[in-house]
């Protein structure tokens, strides 16, 4: 990733005898979906479309067994035979609430979306997020989502795939971050676009993995008191400096759009 003005808010304007004018600056925000837009795991909430709003013990006890993923596909399956069809799931996804202050901050990108290039990495589902998205009227916000296929077959079932394969030991088999956010930020310096600076909103552990890839220029924004939070106050306890990029934990997401605020009022 190219550098600019490392540690400040904007880039210095170029200058010097035949340089074209510079595009305006841009910077990547990345953001996880679960308790980081949306206020709870949206694979708990789901089983509220189940008869009784419950899941059977024995289906329940078998999220022990094998990749979480698998575990959500037995689930859907249930669901599925339980008479659980695309509406009722779509109400469910529609309806759960986002975090504190992340109307805010939706606010403040769409405002600033010259600025920013906004993306979504999750371990959910494409359909959930797309529906919550949508519903929320911030769905354009979004230049791609990552996340795990879905998609509803003949029956009318919600089904569900692994995102990808990996060899990163510290993430589920279905899906590592990092390896999502290095290879689409080699794709769009490819497309000769690149970031000044990159940052990461999230909560979870697996939201750590690519944080630990970011640069000292980033910024990394953990859910306060959530594992991701943990995990870094953790890493700087044990490894002083190898966490590099800038941590700013927050409770309300209007502290993010307040951070970014503040970083665009900066000059060089």
Same mark, same amino acid.
């Given at each position: 990733?190219?550098?600019?003005?490392?540690?400040?808010?904007?880039?210095?304007? /170029? +200058?010097? #005898?035949?340089?074209?004018? !510079?595009?305006? &600056?841009?910077?990547?925000?990345? $953001?996880? =979906?679960?308790?980081?837009?949306?206020?709870?795991?949206?694979?708990?909430?789901?089983?509220?479309?189940?008869?009784?709003?419950?899941?059977?013990?024995?289906?329940?006890?078998?999220?022990?067994?094998?990749?979480?993923?698998?575990?959500?596909?037995?689930?859907?399956?249930?669901?599925?035979?339980?008479?659980?069809?695309?509406?009722? /799931? +779509?109400? #469910?996804?529609?309806?759960? !609430?986002?975090? &504190?202050?992340?109307?805010?901050? $939706?606010? =403040?990108?769409?405002?600033?979306?010259?600025?920013?290039?906004?993306?979504?990495?999750?371990?959910?589902?494409?359909?959930?997020?797309?529906?919550?998205?949508?519903?929320?009227?911030?769905?354009?916000?979004?230049?791609?989502?990552?996340?795990?296929?879905?998609?509803?077959?003949?029956?009318?079932?919600?089904?569900?795939?692994?995102?990808?394969?990996?060899?990163?030991?510290?993430? !589920?088999?279905?899906?590592?971050?990092?390896?999502?956010?290095?290879?689409?930020?080699?794709?769009?310096?490819?497309?000769?676009?690149?970031?000044?600076?990159?940052?990461?909103?999230?909560?979870?552990?697996?939201?750590?993995?690519?944080?630990?890839?970011?640069?000292?220029?980033?910024?990394?924004?953990?859910?306060?008191?959530?594992?991701?939070?943990?995990?870094?106050?953790?890493?700087?306890?044990?490894?002083?400096?190898?966490?590099?990029?800038?941590?700013?934990?927050?409770?309300?997401?209007?502290?993010?759009?307040?951070?970014?605020?503040?970083?665009?009022?900066?000059?060089?």
């Amino acid at each position: 990733m190219r550098r600019c003005c490392q540690g400040v808010g904007l880039p210095c304007l /170029f +200058k010097g #005898v035949g340089m074209a004018t !510079p595009r305006p &600056p841009r910077y990547l925000l990345v $953001f996880d =979906f679960d308790e980081t837009i949306v206020a709870e795991n949206s694979d708990d909430s789901v089983v509220r479309a189940a008869p009784g709003q419950a899941l059977p013990e024995p289906l329940r006890q078998s999220q022990r067994q094998g990749s979480y993923n698998e575990y959500m596909q037995r689930v859907l399956a249930f669901l599925g035979d339980q008479g659980v069809r695309v509406g009722d /799931f +779509k109400a #469910v996804y529609e309806n759960i !609430p986002l975090t &504190p202050g992340m109307p805010e901050l $939706f606010q =403040f990108l769409s405002k600033n979306h010259e600025l920013f290039e906004v993306i979504l990495i999750s371990d959910a589902n494409m359909f959930g997020i797309e529906a919550k998205l949508r519903a929320a009227g911030v769905h354009s916000l979004f230049r791609k989502i990552f996340s795990n296929p879905s998609s509803f077959d003949k029956r009318g079932y919600l089904t569900l795939g692994p995102y990808h394969s990996h060899k990163c030991l510290d993430c !589920p088999a279905n899906m590592c971050k990092r390896k999502i956010l290095t290879e689409y930020l080699a794709e769009r310096a490819q497309e000769e676009v690149e970031f000044e600076r990159v940052f990461y909103v999230g909560d979870g552990a697996n939201d750590f993995c690519p944080s630990v890839a970011l640069t000292s220029a980033d910024v990394a924004f953990p859910r306060k008191g959530f594992p991701m939070h943990r995990m870094t106050q953790e890493m700087e306890r044990k490894q002083p400096g190898a966490f590099q990029a800038t941590v700013v934990p927050w409770e309300s997401a209007a502290e993010v759009a307040r951070y970014l605020q503040e970083l665009l009022k900066k000059k060089c």
